[in-house]
């Protein structure tokens, strides 16, 4: 009996989690190396050495991943100031149906097809720089992919042509229902083809992040792409929403007119409910360009407490809506942004309440890319305290007020800057009591 109940108890206790390590001069050189010896399980830590560069190709596969609530973890270790280098091959590195990952402290380039391919569940990367992708920066599955955390990371010098771009986020709503992409205190610049960030997902909650430079849009927040998903799924399936909160967006190219759109593409809708908050809008292109291009199928779009300005000429058209189709006629709501004046297609004062317009926002230093609001801006106090949906048009779990403020540089973790507060919300994604914060100056 006694022998019976210690057996009992030793198959009824947790696995202790083991910590591997990876790298030159270690027993498993490679990941894929140790990924073949070793089935990974949940708490888990892979420890990469850095000061190398490692071969692309790189396979997390389904047989080790986590458990939710207790990931697997795999970290890049810095080495003198060096992360791990990640380098080439079609795919440089795919999670594979391997759920619940944490993928850090890495430095990933040169995929043909993709730098990163994400097609699992509950995976997050941070910490990490992905850039000099010929084609996709980081694409995610239209099938078995789920909720996606990208955190504390840049990416940069990728995308291609039309239908490749620096990040591609899709979920499977069939095979992860309930999906949410949480992007937040990432800096996305120097795009070379397709948008920023183009996401299919089901839930966006894009924050405190700095956009500049797409070839194209510099987001675009759309359905699912119709031909490629599971069978049962259909259009009105999940509606898709997205809340877009304490951004900083440069559009830049004089050869594109639009900085966002929502809805859909031509190949999936969205049908869903879109908020931008508290962003920071920079036309810099020097020609007209649209902010909010809203196209195909769209439920609603709420606007407060943003500022659009134009520095280098040309006019803002505030929003293009022949291409939306509504599917409960139109819905625009918004109060207390600012805008440039001798904007156009500004919606009407029964859709935008409390707007301001100008001729200078009195950004701190524009110049150098400080954009905190001075003291004497009149963007200073002049935010909704407290922005509300339309009636009827709820959007679900908005994130207010935003706590935090987006930086033009890589993030390291645990670093972002508070947003402040001194009893009433500046508009944009600074507040003014931050200057002294911001003395750097937001440089490169």
Known sequence: MRKAAWIL???SSPVLAATYQVGPSRTYTTLNALFAAVNLGGGDIVEVDGGVAYGGGVVVPQADGGASGNPVVIRGIAVGGQRPAIVGAANTVEFRQSDHLVFEGFDI???TSRCILQGAHDVTVRNSVIHDCPAHGILGTDQLSGSFTLEYSEIYNAGNGTNQHPLYIQSDEIAHPGSVFRMQYCYVHNG???NL??????????????FEGATYHELELIGPDENTQQAGWTRDLIREDSDIVGNVIVHTNPAFGAVIRVGGDGTGQSKGRTRFVNNTFILAAGTDATVFRL????QSVEMHNNVIDVTAGGTARIERTVEAVWTDGRQIHGSNNWIESGSSFVPTTAEWSATLT???PGFVNAGAWNLVPQTSSPLRNAGNPAPVSAPGFP???PLFPPVNSPRRQLVSVGSQT???SDGQIDIGAFEAMADLIFADGFGD
């Open 395 to 397: 959007f679900p779990l």
């Open 9 to 11: 108890l030793l198959m």
């Open 197 to 210: 960030l183009k996401s299919r997902h089901e839930r966006n909650e894009i924050y405190y992040n700095w």
């Open 109 to 111: 380039s040169g995929g």
């Open 418 to 420: 508070p947003r402040g």
């Open 358 to 360: 100008g001729t200078n």
């Open 295 to 298: 196209f195909d199928g769209i």
């Open 192 to 194: 070379n083809g397709g």
